[in-house]
């Protein structure tokens, strides 16, 4: 579809939900609400296409003059005017496109940030703790909130599992180019020869997800009740509090085990499982769509090496689209972690631009 098709169909569909909602008698609640707030998003959009229209209006009127004006004086202050759109219109044209580009409907929604250790041993557990620090950190420089779920560590204080749930505006917007895996090179604190080990871990972020985003059947749930044990259920051991949920059709487990409640540790579980279902069929979804853009920034395929720490260098490259930062300390501290996410984040504008036009 052309951009000026685009620009037709913005506007003749904010003119039939004007229309729709002028007699709200024909409409139920759910269908007023829904309709209600397609209009609210779909007005400043239009608002661009009738200011980029009115624009094109003004060069097409500006270049008339300067083909039928005899007036030398007239014809010189025509020819200004058509430079001067000129100039502006190419950016007008960017900003509408922008505005037209298909929202993910899961941008606005809070994350579960789930890190796993990978390859590389005690390594890659401590590393895991890294990524996990780097994210509560830059959690607090936005204001969002960040509240660990379940940590599995193992025992040199490394992280063989982590998870949390961050919440806040824009939350997922962000933090989802961050799926993939990490690698770190660096000397272990384990290396006496003082030897750079490669090892990584695994970052998934994932949508959570509210009831009416996914359906879970209880028919479709095993539910079993045990004592917590081991590191991170240092609470007093003498109740089944902790819960394993299983989802029978798809078999996907979730453990909880850090409260003392059997109650609040189900509702942790009850939580991550509908963001992993919801994020298993976004991800289907997806990669129908993508089918033809195999290289998309923002694919989240969890396999793919998407970033490497080199601390002897100081450098953290991201191989997506090829940014390299020589300051591994701000990064760690989730001060530079913005100057990647800005990178991914236009680099997946540009993408999805291009299938646009």
Request: aromatic share 6%; glycine share 8%; hydrophobic share 35%.
């Given at each position: 579809m052309s951009l000026d098709e685009n620009l037709s169909r913005v506007l003749d569909r904010k003119s039939e939900l004007e229309s729709l909602l002028a007699d709200p008698g024909s409409l139920d609640s759910d269908g007023f609400r829904t309709l209600s707030m397609e209009l609210s998003e779909l007005v400043p959009v239009a608002e661009k296409v009738t200011a980029l229209r009115q624009v094109r209006a003004e060069l097409a009127d500006a270049q008339a003059l300067v083909?039928?004006?005899?007036?030398?004086?007239?014809?010189?202050?025509?020819?200004?005017?058509?430079?001067?759109?000129?100039?502006?219109?190419?950016e007008l044209e960017h900003d509408v496109q922008r505005a037209l580009l298909p929202k993910d409907a899961a941008d606005d929604k809070n994350a579960i940030l789930e890190i796993r250790a990978g390859t590389g041993g005690d390594e890659a557990a401590l590393f895991a703790g890294n990524?996990?620090?780097?994210?509560?950190?830059?959690?607090?420089?936005?204001?969002?909130?960040?509240?660990?779920?379940?940590?599995?560590?193992?025992?040199?204080?490394?992280?063989k599992e982590a998870i949390?749930?961050?919440?806040?505006?824009?939350?997922?917007?962000?933090?989802?180019?961050?799926?993939?895996?990490?690698?770190?090179?660096?000397?272990?604190?384990?290396?006496?020869?003082?030897?750079?080990?490669?090892?990584?871990?695994?970052?998934?972020?994932?949508?959570?997800a509210e009831d009416v985003d996914i359906k879970i059947e209880e028919s479709d749930l095993r539910v079993d009740v045990y004592r917590s044990s081991?590191?991170?259920?240092?609470?007093?051991?003498?109740?089944?509090?902790?819960?394993r949920i299983t989802h029978l059709p798809t078999g996907t487990v979730v453990?909880?085990?850090?409260?003392?409640?059997?109650?609040?540790?189900?509702?942790?579980?009850?939580?991550?499982?509908?963001?992993?279902?919801?994020?298993a069929e976004r991800q289907r979804m997806?990669?129908?769509?993508?089918?033809?853009?195999?290289?998309?920034?923002?694919?989240?395929?969890?396999?793919?090496?998407i970033r490497t720490y080199n601390f002897p260098q100081g450098r953290v490259t991201d191989h997506r689209v090829n940014v390299t930062l020589y300051k591994i300390d701000k990064v760690m501290t989730g001060e530079a972690l913005d100057e990647i996410?800005?990178?991914?984040?236009?680099?997946?504008?540009?993408?999805?631009?291009?299938?646009l036009t």
């Open positions: 083909r039928d004006e005899t007036d030398p004086e007239m014809r010189r202050m025509a020819e200004e005017e058509v430079r001067e759109i000129e100039h502006r219109l190419p990524l996990f620090a780097m994210y509560q950190k830059y959690a607090q420089l936005h204001g969002w909130k960040f509240e660990v779920m379940e940590v599995s560590e193992n025992e040199i204080g490394g992280y949390a749930e961050i919440t806040g505006r824009g939350v997922f917007a962000r933090m989802k180019f961050e799926s993939g895996v990490h690698r770190v090179q660096r000397v272990p604190e384990t290396e006496s020869q003082g030897r750079i080990h490669t090892s990584a871990a695994t970052v998934a972020v994932l949508p959570e081991g590191a991170g259920g240092q609470h007093v051991n003498t109740t089944d509090s902790a819960v453990t909880q085990q850090d409260e003392k409640s059997q109650h609040k540790n189900r509702a942790k579980a009850m939580k991550i499982l509908r963001a992993r279902l919801y994020d997806d990669s129908e769509r993508a089918a033809s853009r195999k290289g998309q920034v923002g694919s989240g395929d969890r396999s793919e090496r996410l800005d990178a991914l984040i236009s680099e997946d504008e540009a993408e999805r631009l291009a299938t």
